[in-house]
């Protein structure tokens, strides 16, 4: 089919389209439920619930570790939340970001172990996590260099690769997303290593369901920062994280005309992203040091029900794709997607200590690409 025939799923918004495949069709039936059905959507995945994170048997890290090989031997995909501690306003709480994430794959853990394929889940390995420029001199935000930040998630991903998790995926809710991009890439030239890598925006992965519309269950504004939007999340899977008592509203003040750059999930396809620059706007400290950027009095649990509904939807989508092309102990061809052979591989691709097994420390190096 050439390009210029590509089909294309409206909707009643004409801002808003979906492309013809799986991911589009799933968006649009999402974009067409009902509360009633959204509600549905949610107890698949036992949302809310409270945080799993000292729950035994969730995460790889508090789950024994024979049962946790017996998971990977059926499912061999990790998703890894990750956030940031950030000031998120006076209601919020400053690990909103990371709760964000590990929520919805609490939620995603739930239904894949109902399905008899339970995925599995890490901590986190950026509790404080990288930031861009105008989060400078913030109280509440933490900031970690770039380096730390990039250099914890490689040896994050070499490890579990190490220990049989070989598509591993990370899911974002916090504004380094190039630092993370930038660890990805870092890790496949150093170590030239089969599988599957990704890290997913979640909040842009389903933009769409974050563009206002005239509907008593959307937000009535756009994205930004502890907002309208992140707080109605928040009060949707972690309330009593949040005390709406202590809310203020704030905007931020822009510097030059506004068309330039973009919201936070690129509602308006702009030339730049937001972090595609600096001194287009005042810093966060001048500007906003309440900590906010937008109307988080005018967060509804309710207004979050669709986007939420419609990332545990694609998440899963994404999983069962993956497992299905590449089932627990396979990945892509190595000899397509590495300058290595199938036959160096073999033993490192071998269940962690079993016979003939090799460990990642073994790994003969290969290429121009190591650390400085």
Not at 29 to 58: C, F, H, N, Q
Request: hydrophobic content about 35%; charged content about 25%.
């Amino acid at each position: 089919m050439a390009e210029m025939d590509k089909k294309w799923i409206t909707t009643e918004n004409p801002a808003i389209i979906f492309e013809d495949n799986a991911v589009g069709r799933m968006k649009k039936e999402v974009w067409d439920m009902s509360e009633k059905e959204l509600d549905a959507v949610l107890r698949e995945y036992g949302i809310p619930s409270p945080s799993e994170l000292g729950t035994a048997g969730t995460y790889i890290q508090n789950t024994p570790r024979q049962e946790q090989i017996e998971k990977r031997r059926k499912n061999d995909i990790v998703f890894v939340p990750v956030g940031c501690t950030e000031n998120h306003g006076l209601h919020a709480n400053t690990g909103l970001d990371t709760f964000m994430c590990s929520q919805i794959l609490e939620g995603l853990r739930r239904y894949t172990k109902k399905q008899g394929h339970e995925v599995n889940l890490a901590f986190t390995p950026l509790n404080y996590g990288g930031h861009p420029y105008h989060h400078i001199g913030m109280p509440g935000t933490v900031i970690m260099p770039e380096e730390v930040v990039k250099e914890s998630l490689i040896y994050c991903m070499l490890g579990l690769w190490n220990d049989g998790y070989r598509k591993i995926i990370f899911l974002n809710n916090h504004g380094h997303l190039w630092m993370l991009e930038s660890a990805i890439q870092e890790f496949c030239k150093r170590y030239q290593l089969p599988g599957i890598f990704r890290v997913i925006e979640w909040h842009r992965a389903v933009r769409e369901f974050f563009y206002p519309i005239d509907s008593e269950l959307s937000l009535g504004t756009h994205f930004v920062h502890a907002d309208e939007a992140e707080t109605s999340v928040a009060l949707l899977m972690f309330r009593d994280m949040i005390n709406m008592a202590y809310v203020q509203d704030k905007l931020g003040e822009s510097l030059l005309p506004d068309g330039h750059m973009d919201k936070s999930v690129d509602p308006f396809r702009r030339p730049c992203r937001w972090s595609e620059g600096e001194g287009h706007s005042a810093i966060e400290r001048h500007a906003t040091p309440e900590g906010i950027v937008g109307t988080p009095s005018q967060s509804d649990p309710r207004k979050a029900k669709r986007p939420i509904a419609a990332i545990l939807r694609y998440l899963t989508l994404l999983h069962d794709e993956i497992l299905e092309t590449y089932p627990a102990g396979s990945v892509p061809p190595v000899e397509k997607v590495t300058l290595r052979t199938a036959e160096e591989m073999e033993p490192f691709l071998r269940e962690p200590l079993s016979e003939g097994w090799k460990s990642v420390d073994e790994l003969p190096r290969m290429g121009i690409f190591e650390r400085l």
